[in-house]
């Protein structure tokens, strides 16, 4: 990683910290600070990226603004973790779509809406795409499933390879020893990404809006979290009853994909409404403002998919299924097209720095 103002700036404050060292029971940051005298750029974004930002050390600090050292590290974590998902994208071209991030995702989403559905005017006559359609094959009379399969697997093969190529550029890059280290890293990494244990606050709750503690960020976090993973199941079960047994969609509404893509369209929904009222409630002074539109952005595109997906359920038999239908696909394609190059990185991320922190921390944690 490059110098900027952020890594000089988080630099000074950790100088400050490892002489205090009065929050190392409130994240994985303080321990993982506390084994290094010096602080290069990509050690920084390895700890920026191991920050969840609960902002516990904010009010903990008796150094904070408006005290004359003006530490404020998750403000500095968070504008490090930014140019981190800019420095180690890939392709390197692609990677400018991190700044204005947030206007980059509104666009992008307009876009693929956009395009799906004048593509399916174009395509479909109008009988077609204002009719209404029942029984098996119903979706595929508006949009051919030949288009809808090869648009999909090529922007899901490209983003996983993009995410891919991403996460291992950060990963080597932040030094991570070749070998060795715990053998449990792994399962205990996977056990602090699926917890959130670092929005824990050391038990106690993170300061959502305020100096007071509360789980309400982690409890929505998870309920989006886990309703992605559901939506992802049903998206899976519904390929393999195609597929494998020739049950074309769509499903009966006590399926199994219907029922996991419901509750996770709900979850969805339920979480990041939750998240984005947090952000507009919360005490502004530990935000990086700059990071926000790309925040902001990324919580409504996830809410716009998974509301369609619930309209186009409610619409299946009526004549506004088709419209529903290429809308919600639409936003699906804008957000399979931004996942590396939105703040949906920073789970990847974050899983790499926390598997970083579990292999270095001694044994006897
Ligand atoms: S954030 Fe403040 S209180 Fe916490 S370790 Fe750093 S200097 Fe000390
Ligand atoms: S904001 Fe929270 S997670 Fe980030 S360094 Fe401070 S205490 Fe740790």
Redesign the pocket.
């Known amino acids: 990683m490059h110098e900027t103002d952020s890594i000089a700036e988080a630099r000074r404050s950790l100088e400050i910290c490892n002489a205090c060292r009065y ?1 190392e029971g ?5 321990p993982a600070m506390e084994l290094k005298r010096e602080f290069t750029a990509p050690d920084l974004g390895y700890l920026a990226n ?9 009010y903990a600090c008796q150094y904070a603004p408006p005290h004359e050292f003006g530490i404020n ?2 403000k500095a ?1 968070a504008e490090i973790r930014t140019e981190s998902y800019e420095h180690y994208a890939w392709p390197q071209p692609l990677a400018r779509l991190f700044r204005r991030n947030g206007t980059v995702v509104s666009v992008a989403a307009a876009l693929g809406v956009a395009l799906v559905l004048v593509l399916t005017a174009l395509l479909q006559d109008a009988g077609v795409l204002f009719g209404a359609h029942a029984g098996p094959g119903a979706f595929y009379r508006v949009i051919p499933f030949a288009a809808m399969v090869t648009v999909a697997s090529a922007t899901f093969l490209f983003a996983l390879l993009a995410l891919g190529m991403s996460v291992a550029n950060f990963w080597r890059a932040s030094g991570v020893p070749a070998a060795g280290g715990r053998p449990k890293a792994l399962w205990q990494a996977v056990r602090d990404a699926l917890t959130l244990r ?2 824990s ?1 050391g038990g106690h709750g ?1 300061n959502d809006r305020d100096g007071s503690f509360s789980g309400a960020r982690r409890h929505l976090h998870h309920t989006m979290f886990y309703g992605f993973l559901l939506c992802f199941a049903a998206t899976s079960v519904a390929t393999v009853y195609d597929h494998v047994f020739g049950w074309i969609a769509p499903y009966a509404l006590l399926s199994l994909p219907v029922v996991l893509g419901t509750l996770g369209g709900i979850g969805m929904v339920v979480g990041t409404v939750g998240l984005i009222w947090l952000k507009i409630v919360g005490d502004s002074e ?1 935000v990086a403002r700059r990071v926000l539109g790309g925040d902001y952005a990324l919580l409504f595109l996830l809410l716009l998919v998974a509301l369609t997906g619930l309209l186009l359920l409610a619409l299946r038999a009526t004549p506004a299924m088709g419209i529903a239908l290429a809308v919600h696909l639409g936003f699906i394609l804008a957000l399979f097209l931004l996942l590396p190059y939105s703040k949906f990185v920073h789970g990847l991320y974050r899983f790499a720095a926390l598997l970083r922190a579990a292999k270095e921390r001694p044994a006897h944690e």
Do not use: K, S, T
Request: with cysteine.
């Open positions: 929050c409130y994240c994985a940051v303080f191991l920050c969840h930002g609960c902002r516990g050390c904010y590290l998750p974590f670092n929005l606050g993170c530990p």
